[in-house]
Structures are given as structure tokens and as C-alpha cells.
């Protein structure tokens, strides 16, 4: 069964540095999300992309998030200056077009 | 901004029981919900969704109903295995094109032997 695949599964970075976060979404879809769980809070969606560009963001993506589709298979989401409250799981999903969404296994990230 | 509410945080039902897990939403323009199940340190699985036209979806041992004049839903397992144990997130959508997904704070069940 295709899945949603994320790597690393844990980075730990210091405040101020920049991390790649990567997700290999299902191959056949063609949107593509990031959602993030700070602990003990509720998942929160973050970006939407299809088609080479960003479909809706929330809030939360200020100017120090990027995503980017690089080749025809992965989708990277960028945090160009890690701060202290990005620490959180970081949820990669992708959708056919229907409105159900597969998610990745997560990756968590923590920031020093 | 709590759209998606579940009141329960946890429930625990007895093996063989049937597990009923709750979810309220605000937002009328949501229109299509979805149950996702989650281990520990793993990304949400899909179980099971429902669109706004339906008032109830089945699949093998789960169930879900849709009130929209109550703004509730509901997801039935029938009957409960302790492979259930996990925590239970609805979620919320309008129907669109990459549609953002509006998560509940989850219920934690436990099914116990």
C-alpha cells in the first residue's frame, strides 16, 4: 500500500539554525500539506501546495517557512532560523484531490 | 479557535465493548469530517470520513454518524479490540481543493481485556 514517507525522523538543531524537513508524498497525488503537533496540543495545519505553489497558509507560516516541491517526488518544508517554540512533530500528508488527506509518520523536531 | 472540539479526553471500554467517541464542530461551512486513529510517535492513520450529504458511513467495524443540525459527530467501533487503544482525532474540512483539515484535540481510548 503507497505511504507517505518523512525524513530525518528526529532533528535536533540549535536556536537560529536552518533545517530541512523532507516528505516523499504518494506518487499519484498531487497536493501536498505540512501540519505540525506541538506536544501535548492538537494537530495544526501550517501550508497547502498544488501545483508549484502554495494553495493557503496559516499563521503560523510566517516568512521564516518555505516549502518547495524540488523534483517530482519530494516536498520540503524550511525553517530558515529555528526558534525554541518551532520544537514539535512536523506532519507531511498529500491528497489525490478527494478530500482525504494520508499523512506521513512525522518528524520530530527540537530546537536547543 | 476551537472549531473542532472532543470534550472526552480519554475513554476506556472493555474488550468486545462498543467504543463511542464524540466530536462537535462550530464552523457550518465544514462539510466533510474524517476520523484519523494515532500511535505514539506516529503520523495520524485514516479511518474512516463522512461528507455533509450522509448522515452515516460504515466500514467493517466502524461507524460513523453525522447530526449536522447538532453539529456532532460520532465514531462507533464495534466491537472493541485492544489494538483500538490509540488516540482518536476527527477532523473538519470544506470541500476544495487542497482543503486545510481542522483537527479536534483527540480522545485517548483504552480498551482493556
Known amino acids: 500500500e503507497p505511504e507517505v514517507t518523512q525524513t530525518p525522523s528526529h532533528q535536533v538543531t540549535q536556536m537560529g539554525q536552518e533545517v530541512i524537513l523532507r516528505c516523499v508524498p504518494i506518487s499519484n497525488h498531487l497536493y501536498f500539506y505540512w501540519y505540525r503537533q506541538i506536544l501535548g496540543q492538537k494537530v495544526e495545519f501550517l501550508v497547502s501546495f498544488y501545483n508549484n505553489e502554495i494553495s493557503e497558509k496559516s499563521e503560523i507560516f510566517d516568512d521564516q517557512f518555505s516549502v518547495e516541491r524540488p523534483d517530482g517526488s519530494n516536498f520540503t518544508l524550511k525553517i530558515r532560523s529555528t526558534k525554541l517554540e518551532d520544537s514539535a512533530m512536523y506532519f507531511c500528508?498529500?491528497?489525490?484531490?478527494?478530500?482525504?488527506?494520508?499523512f506521513g509518520p512525522g518528524t520530530r523536531l527540537t530546537v536547543l | 479557535d476551537q472549531q473542532v472540539k472532543q470534550n472526552s479526553p480519554s475513554l476506556s471500554v472493555q474488550e468486545g465493548r462498543i467504543s463511542i467517541l464524540n466530536c462537535d464542530y462550530t464552523?457550518?461551512?465544514?462539510?466533510?469530517f474524517l476520523w484519523y486513529k494515532k500511535y505514539p510517535a506516529e503520523g495520524p492513520t485514516f479511518l474512516i470520513s463522512?461528507?455533509?450529504?450522509?448522515d452515516k458511513n460504515e466500514d467493517g467495524r466502524f461507524t460513523v454518524f453525522l447530526n449536522k443540525s447538532a453539529k456532532h459527530l460520532s465514531l462507533h467501533i464495534v466491537p472493541s479490540q485492544p489494538g483500538d487503544s490509540a488516540v482518536y482525532f476527527c477532523?473538519?474540512?470544506?470541500?476544495?481543493?487542497?482543503?486545510?483539515?481542522?483537527f479536534g484535540t483527540g480522545t485517548r481510548l483504552q480498551v482493556t481485556l
Open positions: 464552523n457550518s461551512m465544514f462539510d466533510y
Open positions: 463522512i461528507s455533509s450529504i450522509k
Open positions: 477532523a473538519a474540512s470544506v470541500t476544495g481543493t487542497a482543503s486545510k483539515l481542522t
Open positions: 500528508a498529500s491528497s489525490s484531490g478527494t478530500d482525504t488527506q494520508y
